[in-house]
T-cell receptor
């Protein structure tokens, strides 16, 4: 069965610095990977997804993610963090054999001024 | 996403009561999902529906039931609520037809069972 791990419960970064939120996955076939963000009192918002092709995927709000097949990772990145990026981030995976998304436990990003 | 709405947004109820959470969407998507979110556990799938006549159990369906009244409406019921069903509940939709399609989430319903 597919699974996703987000090893960090919280990531702290200063505004203006680059940020990385980590995600590793396990699937039996080709991975289809997603990142979502949840702001306080809001539902999850789609950020980006990897289907195939370029290993660097660009998404909303200046975020990007790097797919690494050999390390089974799909880390979320942003070159310069904003205080407004502070939120809960979820990685999710769906493999070719399943119709559902499996979510990680989430990583809280805290960007300090 | 305003295209996916959930009612109520907050609900406090007592153990043993029947509760219905409703989800409506204007995105025209065939697929709809119910998740619950607990701190430290991420999102867990309760039920999903790929069209009006197709209902499937998710990871944690015990104690829940659903109804797909129309393409745009998908309701979640707790027949006899218990305190460990206190959680944040999300409805989501997707267009379907591909393993790569994206799910879009409603704003959530915060349910407290006393």
């Amino acid at each position: 069965a597919q699974s996703v791990a987000q090893p960090e419960d919280q990531v702290n970064v200063a505004e203006g610095n680059p940020l990385t939120v980590k995600c590793t996955y396990s699937v039996s076939g080709n991975p289809y990977l997603f990142w979502y963000v949840q702001y306080p009192n809001r539902g999850l918002q789609f950020l980006l997804k990897y289907i195939t092709g370029d290993n660097l995927v660009k998404g909303s709000y200046g975020f990007e993610a790097e797919f690494n097949k050999s390390q089974t990772s799909f880390h979320l990145k942003k070159p310069s963090a904003l205080v407004s990026d502070s939120a809960l981030y979820f990685c999710a995976v769906r493999d070719a054999g399943f119709q559902k998304l499996v979510f990680g436990t989430g990583t809280r990003l805290l960007v300090s001024p | 996403d305003a295209d996916v709405t959930q009612t109520p947004r907050n609900r406090i109820t007592k153990t043993g009561k029947r509760i219905m959470l409703e989800c409506s969407q204007t995105k025209g998507h065939d697929r709809m999902y119910w998740y619950r979110q607990d701190p430290g556990l991420g999102l867990q799938l309760i039920y999903y529906s790929f069209d009006v006549k197709d209902i499937n159990k998710g990871e944690i369906s015990d104690g829940y039931s659903v109804s797909r009244q129309a393409q745009a409406k998908f309701s979640l019921s707790l027949e006899s609520a218990i305190p460990n069903q206190t959680a944040l509940y999300f409805c989501a939709t997707s267009e379907g037809g591909s393993y790569t399609d994206t799910q879009y989430f409603g704003p959530g319903t915060r349910l407290t069972v006393l």
